[in-house]
């Protein structure tokens, strides 16, 4: 089955710095990759998915790039605030089954 | 758009008693729902796929005498943990997927936090 491995665990940076999370998956049907947000006692919202025939999605501070060759994905966030602190989830996709990766930490301090 | 509802948001019951979780897609038909659990900083583990009028295919590892998933409608799924243990006491999400979409795009509830005294 899909394995989907997710650096770091936890990312501590100041406000205003960028930060970027890794994943990688192995399933190369895999077609689909979402990201998502989840703030504690709530649950995971997406925020943003790149499909793979796209290798680069940007939506204001958020980007996604995907190398399918590699097999890996990454977040990046740009002028972190304080409100961007929580966990982020990657997922790698079939038509059917969503895999998680384990979850990055994600602490901005002021 | 694409908004899941969960209800209760968190529930505590007496250990042997059945709580039973509602998941309802708001404003898009769902043909297939998901129901995961979380236990504290881990990642969501999936317990079950249900599609609207047929049986839910659950996970290896996942009692479906215990957990009771029910999809009778296309914005309606319920999962039923039965004769509850402490052990059961998790965070339970689902999820569902616009079936109009080709991708596996899930949407997901707010979460409901089961207590098992």
């Known amino acids: 089955g899909e394995n989907v491995e997710q650096h770091p665990s936890t990312l501590s940076v100041q406000e205003g710095d960028s930060a970027v999370i890794k994943c990688t998956y192995s399933?190369?049907?895999?077609?689909?990759f979402p990201w998502y947000k989840q703030e504690l006692g709530k649950g995971p919202q997406l925020i943003i998915d790149?499909?793979?025939?796209?290798g680069e999605k940007k939506d204001q501070r958020i980007a996604v790039t995907l190398n399918k060759t590699a097999k890996h994905f990454s977040l990046h966030i740009t002028e972190t605030q304080p409100e961007d602190s929580a966990v982020y989830f990657c997922?790698?996709?079939?038509?059917?089954?969503?895999?998680f990766g384990k979850g990055t930490s994600l602490l901005v301090t002021p | 758009g694409a908004v899941v509802s969960q209800h209760p948001s968190w529930v505590i019951c007496k250990s042997g008693t059945s709580v039973k979780i509602e998941c309802r897609s708001l404003?898009?038909?769902?043909?297939?729902m998901f129901w995961y659990r979380q236990f504290p900083k881990q990642s969501l583990m999936l317990m079950a796929t249900?599609?609207?009028?047929?049986?839910?295919?659950?996970e290896q590892g996942v009692e479906k005498d215990k957990f009771l998933i029910n999809h009778a409608s296309l914005t309606l799924s319920t999962l039923t943990v039965t004769s509850a243990h402490p052990e059961d006491s998790s965070f339970y999400i689902c999820?569902?997927?616009?079936?109009?979409?080709?991708?596996?795009?899930?949407?997901f509830g707010p979460g409901t936090r089961l207590t098992v005294l």
């Open positions: 249900s599609n609207e009028g047929s049986k839910a295919t659950y």
């Open positions: 790149i499909r793979s025939n796209v």
């Open positions: 997922a790698a996709s079939s038509p059917y089954a969503l895999n």
């Open positions: 404003d898009f038909q769902a043909t297939t």
């Open positions: 999820s569902a997927r616009n079936g109009d979409r080709g991708y596996n795009e899930q949407f």
């Open positions: 399933d190369s049907a895999s077609n689909y």
